[in-house]
Structures are given as C-alpha cells and as structure tokens.
C-alpha cells in the first residue's frame, strides 16, 4: 500500500543540504494503509553505494497515521550528498527483508 501511496503522492515541499534531503508529500485519504501495521512508523532499511562506497548514504521513510509522509535522505560514510549524476545503487540491510523484525523497529515505543 505504501507504494500505491507514492505512486500517487503530490510533492508538498522539497529541501536539501549539502548532506541530503527531506521530501514532503500529500497523499489522498481514501489512500490509508492497512491497519495491519501500526499507524505511525519509520522505515530505514535502506542504504545506498555510492562511487564504490558501500552504506554511503541511507534513507529513512515517515508514515503518520496511516500516511506516507516523508522521505529522507543523508550521508553516512561521505561527507557530501553525491552530485545530481552520480549513481546510487540501493541495498536492504538484510536480504530477504526480514518484515517481522522491521515491524517491530516500526513500531513506536
């Protein structure tokens, strides 16, 4: 559902650093998530190489009751956002993405 929620998301507001980014979006109401997951949550899962440099960057995504909200992105090993044309290959941490152990990383304390 998260996806289907980008798919069709409106790009609110948009700000970057010389150390990555956080991108606001709008999401339809009739677009809500299932309940199966908890309403509010972060996922951060995902890292990026970049120029060879494995976790380079990494990125967390916002869900707020229900909604996608925002995405964020930053840099963990370099010490700039990579240029406009450089090549991110992202990565889960762990492959198969283990989602019982990421739901309860979701879940707010």
Known sequence: MLMEQYKKSVVVSEEYSEVGFYIDYQIDKELRISDEYHDTFQI???D???N???EAV???????NGYLT???GYTNI???WPETDSKIKL???MTPRNYKSLQ???MKK
């Open 48 to 50: 990026g190489e970049v």
């Open 70 to 72: 925002m995405l964020e």
């Open 104 to 106: 309860k990383k979701w």
């Open 44 to 46: 951060g899962d995902v």
């Open 91 to 93: 990565k889960y941490d």
């Open 58 to 64: 990494g990125f967390i995504l916002y869900v707020k």
């Open 78 to 80: 370099i010490d700039r």
């Open 52 to 54: 060879n440099i494995k």
